[in-house]
């Protein structure tokens, strides 16, 4: 027995762990999730931790960045995109799975006693849904095979989110793109968390980089409100006015994410790598709102300038005229009448 899965046993032991569920959880990590493994363009890390170690003591989570080359070979570490550890992650579901399995038996086996003595026994339930939707765990109601589907959707979703946030992503996805994933995710219908699935989603992803990448300058444009004359039907301007960029003291997400899809184009033009999503544009209006109490509140990037005013509307101004003409490009690409012709 080696040191982190002695770290590891005596862990599961205080918590009361059976002695025979720790040696399958083993058992299933050693079978699924060997350090060295390819999965899709990257490789499972030689130094991953080991499941069920605690992170506030022993546990670390040191590994490889997720990043993929234009080839959509493994590529080196990107200091911008923060580091996530695939196997880790599937270990740690799988133990998860494992855990709740043994649950449901024990839960099972109470009951059944607790009836054959003529005991009660408390109606324990899983709630499915932000509406409160509950699923009986016990009992004659209780269905195994739903409870446990139920539970892998959940776990899965958490997976996909800190998977995609933590890669770097979602820092390449358009604001329409991330809105669709978090509506799955929201609703728990993902696929399930596998190293396949994981390798296709990627690789989807990367595939459509580039339609993304447009797809955000077109749709930010076309949300863009003609009721203000700094907006230009024809093209973006020196400023532009977003209605709804606030919300409750805070910034409007969907908004920001919009206002991301015209940054990322600004980074890239300018030889630069996306922003992290997680210091875009939402917690650049974020940290503007909560900075000052007094009115119009003013948020600095190096690409914009934005005066946030108490009706919720952004006024934005750029501060790189040679790459809004990259933006226009963009919507001359898709609608090539939009742009007057030059004058003689």
């Known amino acids: ?51 069920g170690q605690r992170k506030d003591d022993i546990m670390t989570t040191s590994a490889e960045t997720i990043f993929v080359t234009p080839d959509g070979d493994a590529g080196p570490q990107h200091e911008l995109i923060p580091s996530v550890s695939i196997a880790n992650l599937l270990q740690q579901r799988e133990a998860v799975l494992t855990l709740f399995r043994e649950v449901l038996d024990k839960l099972e086996q109470a009951h059944t ?38 539970f892998q959707a959940c776990i899965d979703a958490g997976g996909w989110t ?11 996805m358009s604001a329409s793109k991330r809105k669709e994933v978090d509506e799955q995710i929201g609703a728990e219908k993902v696929p399930e968390l596998t190293r396949e699935a994981i390798r296709t989603t990627f690789a989807t992803l990367h595939d459509s980089r580039m339609a993304m990448f447009e797809q955000g300058v077109i749709e930010c444009f076309r949300r863009l409100s003609w009721d ?47 922003a992290d999503h997680r210091t875009g544009a939402y917690r650049l209006i974020t ?7 007094s009115w119009p509140k003013l948020a600095e ?15 934005v101004t750029f501060k790189r005229p040679d790459l809004v003409t990259r ?18």
């Open 1 to 51: 027995m080696d040191e982190a899965e002695r770290q590891a046993r005596a862990y599961w032991t205080k918590q009361g762990v059976d002695r025979a569920v720790q040696d399958r959880i083993l058992a299933d990590l050693t079978a699924k999730a060997q350090p060295g493994a390819w999965v899709g363009p990257f490789q499972i890390p030689y130094d991953c931790p080991v499941t």
């Open 162 to 172: 800190t998977l995609l946030n933590d890669s770097g992503m979602r820092s390449v």
């Open 301 to 315: 990037h190096v690409y914009i300038s934005i005066r946030l005013f108490k009706n919720q509307n952004g006024h």
């Open 113 to 150: 006693l607790a009836t054959a003595a003529r005991l009660g026994f408390p109606d324990f339930s899983m709630a499915r849904g932000w509406r409160g939707h509950r699923l009986h765990m016990t009992g004659e109601f209780a269905n195994t095979t739903t409870l446990l589907e139920t």
């Open 287 to 293: 940290d503007a709102m909560q900075l000052t109490s």
């Open 228 to 274: 203000y004359k700094t907006n230009l039907p024809q093209k973006f301007g020196k400023r532009m006015v977003m209605t709804s960029l606030t919300s409750y003291g805070s910034a409007n997400m969907r908004q920001a994410d919009q206002l991301d899809d015209l940054l990322r184009v600004f980074h890239l033009c300018d030889g630069k790598p996306e």
């Open 327 to 344: 933006l226009n490009r963009i919507i001359v690409k898709h609608y090539p009448h939009a742009l007057p012709a030059p004058k003689d």
